[in-house]
């Protein structure tokens, strides 16, 4: 498994922007396929973006297209998602994950990070 550690949430207005990070442990990090998924209070953990391990092919959910852009270096074991023209319903946990397939579902993804908090306000 390979260790996640979050960073670069907070608070931020409406239409503005932030840059979350996500810290991989294992020197085989390029090996792996990377996602950010978010949860809201009450709500289930939902997909946001998913990138390949060469990072060369990425998905994003409906909502946020446009708006966000994964990328990754794997020299520095490390994938970011940026996010521009936020919106309160943007407001949630972030969550990084890594598994073999850059899919849109939760379960095939096998390591996860604590979260960063994101929080939009209008």
């Known amino acids: 498994q390979v260790q996640l550690v979050e960073s670069g949430g907070g608070l931020v207005q409406a239409g503005g922007s932030l840059r979350l990070s996500c810290a991989a442990s294992?020197?085989?990090?390029?090996?792996?396929?990377m996602g950010w998924f978010r949860q809201a209070p009450g709500k289930e953990r939902e997909f946001v973006a998913a990138?390949?391990?060469?990072?060369?092919?990425?998905v994003y959910t409906d909502s946020v297209k446009g708006r966000f852009t994964i990328s990754r270096d794997n020299a520095k074991n490390a994938v970011y998602l940026q996010m521009n023209s936020l919106k309160p319903e943007d407001t949630a946990v972030y969550y990084c994950?890594?598994?073999?397939?850059?899919?849109?579902?939760?379960?095939?993804?096998?390591?996860w990070g604590q979260g960063t908090q994101v929080t939009v306000s209008s």
């Open positions: 994950a890594a598994g073999p397939k850059a899919t849109m579902r939760v379960s095939d993804f096998g390591s």
């Open positions: 294992k020197r085989t990090f390029g090996s792996y396929c």
């Open positions: 990138t390949s391990w060469s990072g060369d092919s990425t």
